[in-house]
């Protein structure tokens, strides 16, 4: 299950970065929004985001037995698990945010867009940060789970990436929230 997890969060962090790039460039200004072959990219990354988060779901619950039964919880020893577990959550509440002020509904042929304000941009920078705790703090199991070797460079090189890219989609929702809001 764990091998199937990491193959699924692979899926993930490349939909993810496609996604990200993409809709940094929307948000900014740069690329027209409205393209199908983004949408599908998007809802695939929602259906990969619903299986990692049930196979997530039975890995944690199967430690809460494994606590319950052994009736130590050693909860400062397992302060990253934790933190991979937690995050993992918060990414789930504010991913149905992210939906709900990022779908479009088409009236009379005009795309409409959710109000985007002060409420919208926190949840949406809390987005980004959780995804920052989750994605940093997995990506090392990642790598050793895909069976990668001496991927220390690799992975420093990642790590790199992903936080400039994290930084990116921060700096454009807050673009957005500044073009919505001079409107």
Not at 100 to 118: K, P
Request: glycine share 8%; with cysteine.
């Amino acid at each position: 299950m764990r091998k199937w997890n990491a193959v699924l969060s692979m899926g993930i962090l490349a939909l993810f970065l496609v996604h990200a790039v993409a809709g940094t460039l929307q948000m900014a200004g740069f690329l027209a929004g409205g393209s199908q072959i983004l949408k599908i990219m998007a809802w695939c990354m929602v259906a990969l985001i619903a299986l990692h988060t049930i196979i997530g779901c039975k890995l944690t619950a199967d430690t809460l037995s494994t606590i319950k039964k052994s009736g130590a919880s050693y909860f400062k020893e397992n302060q990253l698990f934790w933190l991979r577990r937690i995050s993992g959550f918060a990414i789930m509440a504010f991913i149905a945010s992210h939906l709900a002020f990022f779908m479009t509904s088409t009236e009379d042929g005009a795309v409409r867009l959710h109000v985007f304000e002060g409420a919208q941009l926190v949840t949406q920078l809390l987005l980004v940060v959780s995804i920052a705790l989750h994605v940093l703090s997995n990506i090392r199991p990642l790598m050793i789970a895909l069976g990668a070797k001496k991927f220390k460079n690799f992975l420093l090189d990642l790590l790199v990436i992903l936080s400039v890219l994290l930084l990116a989609s921060g700096i454009g929702f807050i673009v957005y929230f500044i073009r919505w809001n001079a409107i």
